[in-house]
């Protein structure tokens, strides 16, 4: 009882503060408001630059390692002359990998073919990506069908003349609204039965692939349009897709069973360099949302500056209200309240004044999430909400410290003859 009288009681004595001078009560306020602000904003934008960067590859799956010829990541001294001439992955190697490795959790084998052109009588669309996708390509790629259903197992295996098509494609070729399910398209001059038609999807912030402009087949009736799957170099490449365990932290027991399968399966030595590459989705993003760290960090100083600036002014708040309350003080101390109840009701006012800064800068934020950033969305998370409700607590208690040990250090009768 006694302490929630005491809160009652320092926030009572907050608020009269706050009205007593509520333009010098602003100003001062004004810094954390800023700093809070400066701070947040920016990870606020950060976080949803890495969100929006990380969803933008999820076309490639999530927790997926794909084994393939290329590695994701190259540069100005990439050496392509040693990565060229290595066999493309093959559909033995995906058979083998599908029969041996024991941390997976789904796995398929997959080829991709761009600027196809779809047709259906007189309508066509073109630039079209299309994926042949083997059992399991459902388990490691995010495949939401809206209208109709996913290929079966038969459909698959048998190689059937089946797609799937992509929300626009959809759209483009079926323009008078009629249900696309059952009728035929033509891929390459092959007819091929619609049987689902994916969600929309809409453009992704780094505009990477959709499946809204793409169709899906089964693997060996992609491999009747295109060669790929023999391992050849120079064909056109098959990439096998593995998805890992959750309980499987960072793919690590994944990557090494691969490692040795593949080079086993590929008879290599152990001088011998690995004649394949093991990526990752997340390797692609992680390097580009490393960039912004030091954008994150230039927030902090200019916010760390203009909460500097708000902690002197709620510190200044405090001694003004020691200096009007002196008397007060006296008498609470005659009628016995000890010296932790005096500093801990000057913490809570300065602590109470910081809150309503901070919570000033994170209306200010919130506000910024409401304008349009294009394909960018920003949106506040409860972890910087409650970062910034931290860091104004913080300085409120930085701030009030010296004015309430003062106040609790007075001596009553002094006090009260003031």
């Not at 799956?61 to 093959?90: C, H, L, M, Q």
């Not at 190689?159 to 323009?175: C, M, Q, T």
């Not at 992704?204 to 295109?226: A, E, K, M, Q, V």
């Amino acid at each position: 009882m006694l302490a929630l009288r005491l809160v009652f009681e320092s926030f009572g004595f907050a608020w009269k503060a706050l009205k007593s001078n509520l333009l010098r009560t602003i100003l001062s306020l004004l810094g954390v408001t800023v700093g809070i602000f400066a701070i947040i904003a920016v990870l606020t934008v950060v976080d949803s630059l890495e969100k929006n960067i990380k969803d933008s590859f999820n076309f490639l799956g999530t927790g997926v390692i794909y084994a393939e010829k290329w590695p994701f990541i190259g540069g100005p001294d990439f050496p392509w002359w040693e990565y060229i001439r290595r066999p493309n992955a093959s559909y033995k190697d995906y058979k083998f990998l599908q029969a041996n490795l024991k941390s997976q959790n789904g796995i398929a084998i997959f080829a991709v073919k761009g600027n196809t052109t779809i047709k259906r009588g007189s309508s066509s669309i073109s630039q079209i990506g299309l994926r042949g996708g083997s059992i399991g390509y459902d388990k490691i790629m995010t495949i939401n069908v809206e209208n109709g259903r996913y290929f079966t197992i038969d459909e698959i295996e048998a190689g059937r003349n089946v797609v799937i098509l992509g929300y626009e494609v959809a759209k483009s070729l079926f323009p008078t609204g009629e249900s696309p399910i059952g009728q035929d398209v033509k891929i390459k001059n092959a007819k091929f039965k619609v049987m689902g038609v994916v969600k929309k999807e809409g453009q992704s912030f780094l505009g990477t692939p959709s499946n809204d402009y793409g169709c899906i087949i089964p693997y060996h009736s992609y491999r009747r349009l295109y060669q790929t799957g023999t391992g050849m170099w120079n064909e056109n490449p098959s990439r096998i897709g593995v998805k890992g365990f959750d309980s499987d932290i960072g793919l690590v027991e994944l990557e090494y069973e691969m490692k040795g399968l593949l080079r086993t399966k590929r008879g290599l030595r152990p001088s011998q360099k690995d004649n394949f590459s093991l990526n990752r989705p997340e390797a692609i993003a992680n390097a580009v949302s490393g960039l912004f760290d030091v954008v994150g960090l230039a927030g902090w100083v200019i916010g760390g500056f203009s909460m500097l600036v708000g902690g002197f002014g709620i510190a200044n708040i405090m001694f003004v209200s020691v200096k009007e309350r002196t008397s007060i003080i006296g008498l609470q101390k005659s009628l016995g309240a000890k010296n932790y109840f005096i500093l801990f009701q000057f913490l809570f006012e300065a602590v109470f004044l910081s809150l309503i800064g901070g919570l000033g800068g994170l209306v200010l934020v919130y506000l910024l999430t409401l304008i349009p950033f294009g394909s960018l969305e920003v949106v506040l998370s409860a972890k910087n909400i409650v970062l910034g409700l931290g860091v104004s607590s913080v300085i409120g208690l930085v701030a009030g410290i010296v004015p309430a040990a003062m106040a609790a250090r007075l001596d009553p009768v002094a006090a009260i003859r003031s």
